[in-house]
């Protein structure tokens, strides 16, 4: 059970300092606008922190491009709102190396990606998205047992704690979803996958305890994973994970809200 409210909590308020800027092209007046710094959770998701971004930005743009849907890059590459903050940041870790902060974001209202990121017209695709990925990750570790009967007001605790960024009241409910249901384990490990230099995500079934009973370690589970590293490190929230650390341990506290563990190889 993660009873940790101190590595927890810790994990709740980290936060990255953001510089958003509009891109060149697309800033309509002899005006250019101001760049927006904003400190941003780690835990949450862009489209739910960007209301005054959006604000400060659209009225720099072609007024027939003002209604367009807002969207984010880095380097060229867009930001796919459906992931959380702090595993968009983490992909762009190589070699121990991070991203200077402030994070430099370019805003663009023209020419949506469509081949690479899906739309978001509103706040309720991200709750959505953001709720199917909670009931994936217990079915994976609950068999959709705990889930499945939580009620409508539940699951808005867990929803308007994310989006209020109120830890008390996510971690209210979301330590129901933390507890094992059959022993000490789950009977799956969430968890996705990431290698440095690249935003594809995989996914594999994870088991938290071995054949003969003993609890799997990251190493263990990166070593099966990939068998033709050498030496990779492990990073979540922007920390290097020792290999000893069990996996499910690392479920129980080291998930993001969506209950993956989000792991970046590097």
């Known amino acids: 059970m993660a009873n940790d409210t101190e590595i927890l909590s810790y994990l709740w308020n980290g936060k990255l300092a953001v510089c958003f800027q509009l891109d060149e092209q697309e800033i309509h007046g002899i005006q250019n606008p101001e760049p927006f710094y904003l400190m941003v959770p780690r835990m949450s998701y862009f489209p739910l922190v960007c209301d005054k971004v959006k604000k400060h930005f659209v009225k720099h743009v072609d007024p027939e491009k003002q209604e367009?849907?807002?969207?984010?890059?880095?380097?060229?590459?867009?930001?796919?709102?459906?992931?959380?903050?702090?595993?968009?940041?983490?992909?762009?870790?190589?070699?121990?190396?991070?991203?200077?902060?402030?994070?430099?974001?370019t805003i663009h209202f023209d020419?949506?990606?469509?081949?690479?990121?899906?739309?978001?017209?509103?706040?309720?695709?991200?709750?959505?998205?953001?709720?199917?990925?909670?009931?994936?990750?217990?079915?994976?570790?609950?068999?959709?047992?705990?889930?499945?009967?939580?009620?409508?007001?539940?699951?808005?605790?867990l929803w308007n704690g994310l989006l209020n960024d109120k830890f008390d009241q996510?971690?209210?409910?979301?330590?129901?979803l933390m507890e094992p249901t059959e022993g000490n384990y789950f009977k799956y490990i969430p968890v996705?996958?990431?290698q440095s230099g690249s935003s594809v995500m995989t996914q594999t079934l994870v088991k938290s305890v071995s054949d003969d009973?003993?609890?799997?370690?990251?190493?263990?589970?990166?070593?099966l994973k990939y068998p033709l590293l050498d030496s990779p490190k492990i990073?979540?929230?922007?920390?290097?994970?020792?290999?000893?650390?069990p996996i499910q341990w690392m479920s129980e506290h080291l998930s993001y809200p969506d209950n993956f563990l989000h792991l970046f190889v590097v």
């Open 170 to 176: 996510f971690w209210s409910e979301n330590k129901k």
């Open 235 to 245: 990073f979540t929230h922007g920390i290097c994970i020792p290999k000893e650390t």
């Open 68 to 105: 367009m849907e807002m969207w984010l890059e880095f380097k060229n590459v867009p930001l796919k709102w459906n992931n959380p903050i702090g595993v968009l940041y983490d992909l762009f870790t190589t070699n121990d190396n991070q991203v200077d902060l402030p994070w430099q974001i």
């Open 213 to 223: 009973g003993n609890q799997i370690t990251l190493g263990e589970l990166i070593k």
């Open 111 to 157: 020419n949506f990606p469509e081949d690479q990121l899906i739309r978001c017209s509103c706040r309720e695709a991200v709750e959505s998205n953001f709720m199917s990925s909670m009931k994936e990750a217990d079915m994976l570790k609950h068999r959709s047992q705990v889930f499945s009967t939580m009620q409508r007001h539940q699951h808005n605790q």
């Open 192 to 194: 996705h996958f990431y």
